[in-house]
Nanobody, 117 residues
Framework: QVQLVESGGGLVQAGGSLRLTCAISGSAFGIVAVGWYRQAPGKQRELVAR???????NYADSVKGRFTISRDNAKNTVYLQMNSLKPEDTAVYYC???????????WGQGTQVTVSS
């Protein structure tokens, strides 16, 4: 059973930065792509960044050029560096392994990111 623990969220002013961390238990980490998702109040959860097993990356247009996803296979950890934050980035952020429109794992508790204007 894979468990996901997200951390690093907080309150930041617009233009600021945060680094999110996702600790992943279990042996499946190195063989799947992992992504960061976010869900804002009243909106559907969306995938904002994805990193493949060969470190290829993909980003939603809304975060491209501002967010950077990375992974440390030795630590079973995925990071999301978020720069130039905007109020519209406010959401609960989650990590998981994309599987088409679904995910491979159960969701963790997420970490709240709030960007003030």
């Amino acid at each position: 059973q894979v468990q996901l623990v997200e951390s690093g969220g907080g309150l930041v002013q617009a233009g600021g930065s945060l680094r999110l961390t996702c600790a992943i238990s279990g042996s499946a980490f190195g063989i799947v792509a992992v992504g960061w998702y976010r869900q804002a109040p009243g909106k559907q959860r969306e995938l904002v960044a994805r990193i493949g097993t060969t470190d290829s990356t993909n980003y939603a247009d809304s975060v491209k050029g501002r967010f950077t996803i990375s992974r440390d296979n030795a630590k079973n950890t995925v990071y999301l560096q978020m720069n130039s934050l905007k109020p519209e980035d406010t959401a609960v952020y989650y990590c998981n392994a994309p599987r088409g429109r679904a995910t491979w794992w159960s969701w963790g508790q997420g970490t709240q990111v709030t960007v003030s204007s």
